[in-house]
């Protein structure tokens, strides 16, 4: 059974950069097409795609967040990391990791077609 587990600070402030987690139980991250992605979902509004890191440990980003966004992850844990940088309000949401099977590269995969959510994080930007 695939499990996923976002952590991180619920509070960031404003200009800060900020720090997620997510831990993938029963399937390592490095498994040949899977790719590990950060949602995020702003309230009142829908799931928005951040980025990925692929199983090569290749990653991707959305054009509107490339400049600010980074990922990475930690084999030896099993864990993909998401920073933020210089954040504002508008960054306050719910924060997901998601992955997918893919034999082409994720972007654009549609969010209905992947295999395996977290719970969620909520991160709220506020002085």
């Known amino acids: 059974q695939v499990q996923l587990q976002e952590s991180g600070p619920g509070l960031v402030k404003p200009s800060h950069t900020l720090s997620l987690t997510c831990t993938v139980s029963?399937?390592?991250?490095?498994?040949?097409?899977?790719?590990w992605s950060w949602i995020r979902q702003p309230p009142g509004k829908g799931l928005e795609w951040m980025g990925a890191?692929?199983?090569?440990?290749?990653?991707y980003y959305s054009p509107s967040l490339k400049s600010r966004a980074s990922i990475s992850r930690d084999i030896t844990k099993n864990q993909i990391t998401l920073q933020l940088n210089s954040v504002t309000p508008e960054d306050t949401a719910v924060y997901f990791c998601?992955?997918?099977?893919?034999?082409?590269?994720?972007?654009?995969?549609?969010?209905?077609?992947?295999?395996?959510w977290g719970q969620g994080t909520q991160v709220t930007v506020s002085s």
């Open positions: 998601a992955g997918v099977y893919s034999i082409v590269p994720v972007p654009g995969t549609p969010l209905t077609e992947y295999d395996f």
């Open positions: 029963g399937r390592s991250i490095t498994t040949n097409y899977y790719y």
């Open positions: 890191i692929a199983f090569s440990g290749s990653t």
